[in-house]
């Protein structure tokens, strides 16, 4: 949190601070282990002048020294009032380096932006603890340890395959206009951010905040298959989905070449509508594949063992089976909610890429329409939950319908007015509430309800683009003024018919590379733990650990259990040791 609200203080020194106040990066290229001198002077200083620290005219002026290495540029810092100011530099050599405002601008301009990359990917990253909490407080005790190693994972993984290839397949050759093998289907070059030579320095940041998202996608099927999957089949799956799944659905919907991207060159590729899919932060791209992955995930691997009961239980036996599964502390559930809720500032906001060049005002239409879906989501479950789950207030009810709204926003979060924001976060609810019971109805079981959130959103969100945008919207966040638009606006049906098209190929193309790859872990047995792993926990049958809550040592306590609970812990151990 100290490093956020430093994150903050320093974006907000370089935006709000007055002309007399501002600073200019001055670069100069000199001799091996040289110090350099500067001034600031309206005419050019000589180097005699710039060491006694005057300018032109002999007057004392703002002055800076610096030791700079060999064939590297030294920044200084030095403040402009005006901008006819000049800085001046002198190597040992006597060589003078001048720089203009207009220069210095665009290099503070430049690393602002980086900055406010870099600032995001921490706030997208902060999601992975987010995911990590609400998983917690959700899966029963006995899996607790697992389902935090898996989320460990996440990050590990996908930080080495995005690596590898990910980046490769999803932007490869965007930073080469010109160059020969780029495509509409998959990128070409840079993988390992080296192999062709291209990959510029500048990208840098772009790039680990394109991993973040990578993460984000792959820790959907954490949840979805929590408490009886194998963690071997769980890294194979993250592996495919950060290394070829997630990457190709990236480079259609948002590279420099993808045939439905609306940042593609149509004088070099063909896209699919005049604007292309719209899908600015990526429910379809991100939330939709994971979704798509974890629904399917669910239906090779089978419920939980005692999930769901014959058709001619009795409600107090649903009602009891509910309660062996309810979660097991809320207070970790709604922290995750509440800490995803403030990564998703960084996941939406930082999807404008910059902030300088007006994109601030974006970024802060962005937050504002973020924060309404949520709240439209999560009012919305408040409600439907208490009409329709016998008229109690459901805290995981309101915390999903937070979540779906917020996944509900993340494709049109620019592109539409506060009012509709809050409409599409609401509608996100409701989609939330039918998913669920469809998902309960055809007895697909889904621990972390992570199909209906991401898949619900991912499905809305896309349409209500198609719905909702607005032509002066997209002209800011896209820049472009083709008469296409919302329908709703005036826009006619070619927008909806693109995303609609979009949705329909990002569950075609996950599903054809999911469904095969889980039957085949299914068929060798690598998918699923044995019943006996799965009813005495994965803590201990995959971790070689037990996890207690305290709710189940007062009980146990109660019961008298506890003693002979840890008798046999302790004869565990000491087996342990003697092997």
Same mark, same amino acid.
């Given at each position: ?7 903050? !203080? ?50 004392? *002026? ?40 207009? +220069?210095?601008?665009? +290099? ?14 921490? #706030?997208?990253?902060? /999601?992975? $603890?987010?995911?990590? /909490? ?57 993988? #390992? ?125 649903? $009602? ?151 032509? +002066? ?21 070619? !927008? ?33 733990? *044995? ?9 201990? *049958?995959?971790?070689? *650990? ?34």
């Amino acid at each position: 949190m100290l490093f956020f609200l430093l994150c903050l !203080q320093l974006a907000a020194a370089a935006f709000i601070s007055p002309p007399s106040q501002s600073g200019a990066y001055v670069k100069a290229l000199v001799s091996t282990n040289s110090p350099v001198s500067c001034v600031r002077s309206i005419l050019p200083a000589t180097a005699d002048q710039i060491r006694a620290g005057v300018d032109s005219t002999g007057a004392p *002026t703002i002055s800076a020294t610096a030791q700079c290495s060999a064939n590297v540029e030294c920044a200084i810092l030095l403040p402009l009032i005006e901008a006819s100011d000049m800085i001046h530099c002198v190597d040992n050599v006597g060589t003078v380096h001048s720089i203009g405002w207009a +220069d210095s601008t665009a +290099d503070l301009a430049g690393d602002v932006d980086r900055f406010y990359l870099i600032w995001a990917t921490c #706030m997208v990253f902060l /999601m992975q $603890a987010g995911f990590g /909490m609400l998983e917690v407080g959700v899966v029963r005790s006995k899996n607790i340890t697992n389902i935090l190693f898996k989320n460990m994972l996440d990050a590990c993984v996908s930080g080495v395959v995005f690596w590898l290839c990910g980046w490769a397949f999803a932007y490869g050759g965007d930073s080469v206009p010109g160059r020969e093998g780029r495509n509409e289907f998959i990128g070409s070059g840079e993988f #390992m951010l080296v192999s062709s030579g291209d990959f510029p320095e500048e990208n840098y940041a772009l790039y680990v905040f394109q991993w973040s998202f990578a993460a984000t996608s792959a820790t959907i099927v954490s949840g979805a298959i929590a408490e009886r999957a194998q963690v071997s089949a769980y890294i194979i799956a993250a592996i495919v989905l950060c290394g070829l799944t997630y990457p190709l659905v990236v480079h259609w919907s948002w590279s420099g070449a993808g045939w439905m991207s609306p940042f593609a060159d149509t004088e070099q590729f063909t896209r699919m509508g005049r604007n292309g899919f719209l899908d600015f932060a990526g429910s379809g791209v991100c939330h939709l594949v994971g979704a798509t992955a974890a629904f399917i995930a669910c239906l090779v691997l089978g419920p939980r063992i005692g999930r769901f009961g014959p058709p001619w239980a009795s409600k107090a036996q649903e $009602a009891a089976r509910r309660r062996n599964f309810a979660p097991n502390n809320m207070v970790f559930a709604a922290l995750g909610v509440l800490i995803l809720w403030v990564g998703w500032y960084g996941f939406n906001c930082g999807s404008t890429l910059a902030i300088s060049g007006g994109l601030s005002i974006v970024a802060g239409k962005v937050a504002t329409n973020t924060t309404l879906g949520a709240a439209g989501g999560g009012i919305t479950m408040l409600i439907l939950s208490f009409l329709l789950d016998g008229k109690h207030w459901d805290l995981d009810g309101v915390m999903n319908g937070i979540l779906c709204g917020l996944v509900s926003i993340t494709s049109g979060c620019p592109l539409v007015e506060p009012w509709a924001a809050y409409i599409i976060g609401t509608i996100g609810g409701i989609m939330f509430s039918t998913i669920v019971r469809i998902m309960a109805l055809i007895k697909v079981d889904d621990p972390l309800s992570a199909v209906a959130v991401h898949g619900g959103g991912g499905l809305w969100g896309p349409l209500a683009v198609g719905f909702f945008t607005t032509e +002066d919207n997209l002209f800011r966040a896209y820049g472009v003024r083709k008469g296409v638009y919302g329908l709703f606006y005036g826009g006619g049906w070619e !927008q909806l018919g693109v995303q609609f098209i979009a949705i329909l190929v990002i569950i075609g193309w996950t599903s054809a590379i999911c469904l095969p790859l889980f039957w085949v872990l299914k068929a060798a047995k690598l998918f699923r733990v *044995t019943e006996e792993q799965e009813i005495r926990g994965l803590d201990e *049958t995959e971790h070689n *650990t037990d996890t207690l809550d305290s709710g189940r040592i007062v009980g146990m306590l109660v019961e008298g259990k506890f003693k002979e609970r840890v008798e046999r812990l302790e004869k565990a151990a000491a087996l342990q040791k003697l092997k």
